[in-house]
């Protein structure tokens, strides 16, 4: 199962760009890159998947290099609401949904 | 996207008796799903991963005794915590696979449990 490291916390001013970087090192082949957000007593919250380059949708972006050992969700422009906790996850058919959460970087989002 | 619910959303029970917890994928099939365990400001712990129509698959150190899971259809998945304790207080959280998705999961809404 591919495991996944990320910074702990985070802070931002609201407005500002984040930008939250995951280490897979050993990411197979067939995975998918997943990222999570939760916020308190509620289940996690999908955000983005992608498998490589970039992948944008209305609420953040997605870069993932070339070798996929790492990726980095942009969030633009963050509000007070975006304080949570986000979750990469390596998700992937032939690695049975690995399903083990890391311990999360948790965002806050200050005026 | 694709929804799981799960009810009860809270739920307080004594000391001693079982609590059952269920989680339904409510517009998709679901032969996988996953039961989670959360203790307030720690990560999602993988608890057991259900099987519709076979035996769940449990994490080490889950007693399968003590959290049953029955998963007896398609959409729906059922954690029953027996003879409930204090130190089974949490939050508990199902997904499930989304269909034709590079495995995308789908998380219930989640379930506390105070067991008093």
């Known amino acids: 199962l591919a495991k996944t490291t990320q910074p702990i916390s985070m802070d931002s001013y609201e407005g500002q760009e984040v930008n939250i970087t995951c280490s897979h090192n050993n990411i197979a082949t067939n995975d998918y890159i997943t990222w999570y957000q939760q916020f308190p007593s509620q289940g996690p919250r999908f955000i983005i998947q992608?498998?490589?380059t970039k992948v944008t949708n209305e609420v953040a972006s997605l870069f993932i290099p070339a070798d996929r050992k790492s990726s980095t969700l942009s969030l633009p422009r963050v509000s007070l609401s975006d304080t949570a906790v986000y979750y990469c996850?390596?998700?992937?058919?032939?690695?049975?949904?690995?399903?083990?959460f890391g311990k999360g970087t948790s965002l806050l989002v200050t005026p | 996207g694709a929804v799981v619910s799960q009810h009860p959303s809270r739920v307080i029970c004594k000391s001693g008796t079982s609590v059952k917890i269920e989680c339904r994928s409510l517009?998709?099939?679901?032969?996988?799903m996953f039961w989670y365990r959360q203790f307030p400001k720690q990560s999602l712990m993988l608890m057991a991963t259900s099987n519709e129509g076979s035996k769940a698959t449990y994490e080490q150190g889950v007693e399968k005794d003590k959290f049953l899971i029955n998963h007896a259809s398609l959409t729906l998945s059922t954690l029953t915590v027996t003879s409930a304790h204090p130190e089974d207080s949490s939050f508990y959280i199902c997904s499930a696979g989304g269909q034709g998705t590079a495995g995308e999961l789908f998380f219930g809404e989640g379930s506390r449990l105070t067991v008093l």
């Open positions: 996850l390596v998700l992937g058919s032939n690695s049975g949904y690995a399903l083990n």
């Open positions: 517009d998709f099939q679901a032969t996988t």
């Open positions: 992608g498998y490589k």
